[in-house]
């Protein structure tokens, strides 16, 4: 039974959860878990709690399924609920931030220069959890997430022109972010 | 943000017009630095995209789990509990300004209009 659900429409599935199928909303959490994963572990990083924020992404879309009203894709609605509750998540912990930037580009230095790319994934995965918000939040639907812009500012609730520009400036923020690191790496 | 910079970041969202393509290509063969900047954003954007953060063993299990343990609001308990006591107490002070025509304190005792003995003696009758 559970491969048909494989088949189903957004609209069907949803139907089928209403009346109370729980194979059926067990089926929905194994088919978006790895794109909440890729939102909520982008937004608050690889930390215990990101499986907790995961689960309850799940468990408030159960609660309030009755409201979907299929607008959006409903992994575009689990996306808007999985950034809300990073969101929420990161306003609790109020992270203190201990790199001082600077925009100084004294030095010629690459990335690549130094890294293998194995490090330079878990370069860039911390870099990016020292990004604002603001920035971090487009560069994870659009970059990593695979959204385009135009979805990405719908689930943002952003104009495109602000997404672009968010784009652009965490793009050349997260290199700077990486140099830096790479920098306090090599003095230690 | 400096013009060849913008234009590199553009060039890997969208097309770039002819001009801009020139301009991105010039600057591109001319500067080493500019050349290593727009490798890194290549990087970068490639990381991100290959990147494929999971949630481990069992997460579908434990979602049905938390799913099927009963949720305790204690906030809605309490907000309950609350807007009842205010009601009761908004009830009884409406009656004793419509018997007493007051809300100071001997009407809300239920002393209003007895002398001093009065009060005493119904003090210890009650």
Redesign the interface.
């Given at each position: 039974m559970r491969k048909e659900f494989a088949k189903y429409s957004d609209g069907q599935l949803i139907d089928a959860i209403k009346a109370g199928d729980n194979s059926a909303f067990e089926w929905l959490v194994e088919n978006y878990e790895h794109d909440i994963a890729k939102t909520v572990k982008g937004m608050i990083g690889n930390v215990p709690v990101a499986d907790d924020v995961g689960q309850e992404v799940f468990i408030r879309f159960y609660h309030s399924v009755s409201k979907f009203r299929g607008d959006s894709s409903l992994k575009t609605y689990l996306t808007r609920i999985a950034i809300n509750l990073s969101l929420n998540e990161l306003k609790r912990r109020k992270a203190k931030r201990w790199l001082v930037f600077d925009n100084d580009h004294r030095e010629i230095k690459s990335i690549s220069d130094v890294h293998k790319q194995n490090d330079i994934n878990e370069m860039v995965q911390l870099a990016l959890s020292h990004l604002e918000t603001k920035f971090r939040s487009v560069m994870v639907l659009r970059l990593m997430q695979g959204y385009s812009t135009k979805e990405t500012s719908e689930i943002l609730n952003l104009p495109q022109g602000t997404v672009l520009s968010r784009l652009a400036r965490g793009q050349e923020k997260l290199r700077q972010i990486i140099l830096n690191l790479e920098k306090t790496e090599s003095y230690e | 943000?400096n013009d060849v910079?913008?234009l590199m970041?553009?060039s890997?969202?969208s097309t770039l017009t002819q001009d801009e393509q020139i301009k991105l290509k010039n600057a591109l063969d001319t500067s080493?630095?500019m050349r290593?900047?727009m490798?890194?954003?290549e990087?970068?954007?490639e990381?991100?995209?290959?990147?494929?953060?999971?949630?481990?063993e069992g997460?579908?299990n434990?979602?049905?789990q938390?799913?099927a343990k009963p949720q305790i609001d204690l906030f809605g308990s309490f907000k309950n509990i609350a807007i009842s006591s205010v009601a009761a107490i908004a009830l009884l002070m409406i009656s004793v300004y419509f018997m007493d025509g007051s809300l100071d304190l001997d009407a809300l005792y239920g002393i209003q209009g007895y002398s001093v003995e009065e009060e005493f003696y119904s003090f210890l009758n009650f």
């Open positions: - | 943000m910079r913008e970041l553009k890997l969202e080493e630095a290593k900047e490798q890194d954003y990087l970068i954007r990381s991100l995209a290959s990147s494929e953060p999971s949630f481990g997460f579908s434990r979602v049905m938390k799913l």
